[in-house]
């Protein structure tokens, strides 16, 4: 059984800064790209940050220079520390990874169940 689970979302001031932590469990063989996405309701999912395998970030432009998106292969793990945060930054932060599992070497999308972040004075 795959998972992802996140941590560390919560209630933040404007210009405060929050890290977000997500970790892949279960029998897995490899991960390739992770990311970040984030959801508000009425809204379609949008993506805010990934991180291919050999490190290679990419960002919406909404939040290029306030946040970054870091891994640890070691740990299944990837990071997202949000710096300078907004109140339009507020929403649902999910974790995505594309991995292959052991279970039948199939390489699948998983998502987790999602870190309610707000920002608010």
């Known amino acids: 059984q795959v998972q992802l689970v996140e941590s560390g979302g919560g209630l933040v001031q404007p210009g405060g800064s929050l890290r977000l932590s997500c970790r892949a469990s279960?029998?897995?063989?490899?991960?390739?790209?992770m990311g970040w996405y984030r959801q508000v309701p009425g809204k379609e999912r949008e993506l805010v940050a990934t991180?291919?395998?050999?490190?290679?970030?990419n960002y919406v432009d909404s939040v290029k220079g306030r946040f970054t998106i870091s891994r640890d292969n070691a740990k299944n793990m990837v990071y997202l520390q949000m710096t300078s945060l907004k109140p339009e930054d507020t929403a649902v932060y999910y974790c995505?990874?594309?991995?292959?599992?052991?279970?039948?070497?199939?390489?699948?999308?998983?998502w987790g169940q999602g870190t309610q972040v707000t920002v608010s004075s």
């Open positions: 991180v291919t395998s050999d490190g290679r970030t």
């Open positions: 995505n990874a594309d991995l292959q599992r052991y279970t039948d070497y199939r390489t699948l999308n998983y």
């Open positions: 279960g029998s897995i063989i490899r991960i390739n790209a």
